[in-house]
């Protein structure tokens, strides 16, 4: 495996279930993000990993919870959604260092369809 | 805060026609700007960075983007387009967090449509 990868690439969930998606990054990155990608809307930023601790929460609700066990592994667990959560969910990684802003590389996505 | 402007939805150009899409960004300090594709249904693929020096970058693909801080803006062109190039654009502009990760702030996107 190479780069970011993300599963599953689809979920269909009814609105109690609880589901989690899964992103690993192959690429030696110590931050790790989850993004939210609606319809006619811009990507927005849910969640920011560095060195495992957890750095940024978009005031993203509480149905969404982020893991993040190491810097390889992000996980986003799911629960009580509801039908305005479907959308593109992208998880993302860089190389973070002092004094310096590195490019995001992202995962092809999970599409989330909650009925 | 940072925002980012494209104001261009959809363009169509024929193939092996130049393309420029247009990019605005309003940030306090220098920025660091990226441009990103998408494919339907894919994620997005980085096509090229500007954080310093020459204000003139050049990307995978073929793309180049130049850096107008003058008119705060990073126009992606390519000279020649490929139907393959039909593709959604996204313009972004990044800043560092406090406790490390950086934060990406992205434009609504320019949809691509390549005539053969």
């Known amino acids: 495996e190479t780069g970011v990868t993300q599963t599953p690439r689809h979920l269909v969930m009814g609105m109690t279930n609880k589901k989690s998606l899964k992103c690993e990054q192959h690429?030696?990155?110590?931050?790790m993000y989850w993004y939210k990608q609606s319809a006619k809307k811009p990507l927005e930023l849910m969640f920011v990993y560095s060195l495992e601790e957890r750095v940024e929460n978009n005031s993203v609700p509480s149905r969404f919870s982020p893991e993040c066990p190491n810097s390889s592994h992000l996980f986003l667990h799911l629960h009580t959604l509801q039908p305005e959560d479907s959308a593109l969910y992208l998880c993302a990684s860089s190389q973070e260092a002092s004094g310096g802003l590195f490019a995001q590389y992202f995962g092809p996505g999970t599409r989330l369809t909650v009925t | 805060a940072q925002s980012v402007t494209q104001p261009d939805i959809h363009i169509t150009v024929s193939e092996g026609a130049s393309l420029e899409l247009r990019c605005n960004y309003s940030y306090g300090a220098t920025p660091y700007l990226f441009w990103y594709v998408q494919s339907p249904g894919q994620g997005l693929q980085l096509l090229l960075k500007y954080f310093s020096g020459d204000t003139l970058v050049q990307g995978i693909k073929g793309f180049e983007a130049e850096f107008k801080r003058s008119q705060s803006s990073f126009n992606l062109r390519k000279p020649s387009v490929h139907w393959s190039d039909a593709a959604e654009y996204f313009c972004a502009v990044g800043v560092g967090l406090t406790g490390g990760g950086n934060k990406l702030t992205f434009g609504t996107g320019t949809q691509l449509k390549v005539e053969l």
């Open positions: 690429l030696g990155h110590n931050a």
